[in-house]
């Protein structure tokens, strides 16, 4: 307590010492965080994950009626650009998920069994025991925030419910 007392009559008596020590003390814990992500290297845990899962670099939503092949052969002439694939997919914008509350999302469904060369799903866990026609798949982070195989999961879009039952998680960057 009387340690207190003495920073606190330090500080009124000379402010300038006080800001110097706060501006010491976010510098030191910016070089500790630093110090921390190029020790553990944190940093390119992404870089490599994505490598592995040989995940999009990028990704261009155009409506099925807009998509020309030119289109498609100006992004393979492109200097960096390595593949390109297309694939059909339903965007949905504005879904309201519920669990544990509910919250607005937009969310992309593919096709499980489309073949794909980016990207391509890397299944964590499946049950095959659920019919295929009210099956959906989840990215491992919903594994992760509590949902498990077999729950029920529950998608409001544009005022139409649509109920699903977790057949399986795949491994995602997202």
């Keep these: 307590m009387a340690i207190l007392h003495l920073v606190k009559n330090s500080i ?17 814990s910016m ?6 992500t190029m020790i553990t290297q ?10 592995q899962l040989n995940s999009p670099h990028g990704i261009l939503w155009v409506k099925k009626d807009e998509l020309h092949e030119s289109y498609l052969e100006s992004f393979k002439e492109m200097p960096h650009v390595t593949e390109v694939n297309s694939e059909e997919a339903v965007y949905m914008i504005g ?7 509910v919250f607005e999302t937009n969310c992309l ?4 069994d489309t073949e794909r ?3 391509p799903l890397k299944l964590m866990s499946e049950d095959h025991s659920i019919e295929a026609s009210e099956a959906i798949y989840l990215p ?3 594994a992760l925030t509590g949902y498990e195989l077999g729950d029920e999961f529950v998608m409001v879009y544009q005022q139409s419910e649509y ?7 795949f491994e995602a960057i997202e």
Excluded: Q
């Design 42 to 51: 944190t940093g390119e845990l992404y870089t490599r994950k994505s490598d």
């Design 109 to 112: 469904l593919i096709n499980k």
């Design 95 to 101: 879904t309201t998920i519920d669990y544990n509350g």
């Design 117 to 119: 060369t980016v990207s």
């Design 12 to 28: 009124k008596k000379n402010k300038s010492n006080a800001a110097s020590f706060i501006c010491i003390v976010l510098l030191t």
């Design 31 to 36: 070089l500790l965080g630093l110090a921390f």
């Design 163 to 169: 109920r699903y039952k977790i057949a399986g998680f």
């Design 140 to 142: 491992y982070s919903a």
